[in-house]
């Protein structure tokens, strides 16, 4: 795949409380070792609780890129493996996300089957990026994800590394645990191996990373809902408010 440019700074509006969670993830990444994700869950997990039980209504500017870069993350690629709904759906949601991530696990449980109505009805596409902020584990799952995905499998896997809205732990998300998953879902797991260890799927993987890093989705989860942010794991009714906005906006 092509490399992507780097992209100019502008501002995304983000609600104060979320701020202040996305802000205790990232130091507890900066203190932790990243392969203890277990304690990385405890340390953010009372900050970003009451961030997300309290009201979203206030907002704060953050050095982001500007609007126009945010739609350039929409590849509407027919070929993205990672994507579902119409290419040429009038609306595009673009997800950063990590496998290792509790609060991505339990938005994909909550909301993430919202979304999928309306890719359903033709309405939107969503596009699924991994920036793997919590290292190799994260980066493994990523990559297994999108090898089950040239396989027509990616949705499936996905649910599968987000059972029941929780994440598993490293040492589930090893090649062997992955191959496992593959193995039960029914795939070619010979030919699952190969496209986890492939250049192109490493690629792949890379690409979406840098995204989310010239993006500044510097904590999951975060969300581009036709060029318009959101960050953090926010109430169904936020996305569903936005995606029907967007859509009133091309009517």
């Known amino acids: 795949m092509a490399a992507r440019s780097p992209r100019p700074r502008s501002r995304w509006w983000i609600p104060v409380t979320v701020v202040v969670a996305a802000a205790a993830l990232v130091l507890a990444i900066l203190v932790i070792d990243r392969g203890d994700v277990d ?28 609007h126009a870069a945010f739609t350039e993350a929409e590849t509407r690629d027919e070929d993205d493996v990672q994507a579902i709904g119409p290419v040429d759906a009038p609306v595009v949601l673009v997800v950063f996300s ?15 089957p919202s979304m999928m109505d309306y890719a359903d009805t033709g309405d939107l596409r969503i596009e699924w990026r991994d920036v793997n902020v919590f290292g190799d584990a994260s980066e493994q799952a990523a990559k297994a994800a999108h090898a089950a995905g040239r396989q027509g499998s990616f949705w499936e896997f996905h649910d599968e590394l987000f059972t029941g809205g929780e994440h598993r732990s490293p040492d589930d998300l090893t090649a062997e645990a992955l191959t496992d998953t593959a193995e039960g879902m029914g795939l070619d797991t010979a030919q699952f ?12 993987i890379d690409e979406y990373a840098q995204m989310g890093v010239e993006l500044g989705a510097f904590s999951t989860p975060a969300f581009l809902v036709g060029g318009e942010p959101i960050v953090g794991a926010q109430p169904t009714d936020v996305f569903t408010e936005a995606v029907d906005t967007a859509l009133a906006a091309q009517s």
């Open 39 to 66: 304690e990385a869950d405890e340390s953010v997990a009372q900050d970003s609780d009451t961030a997300g039980a309290q009201e979203h209504s206030a907002a704060t500017d953050v050095e982001h890129p500007e």
């Open 98 to 112: 990590d496998y290792q991530c509790p609060y991505c696990a339990s938005w994909s449980a909550d909301t993430l």
């Open 193 to 204: 191996d190969e496209d986890l260890e492939s250049d192109e799927t490493q690629e792949a």
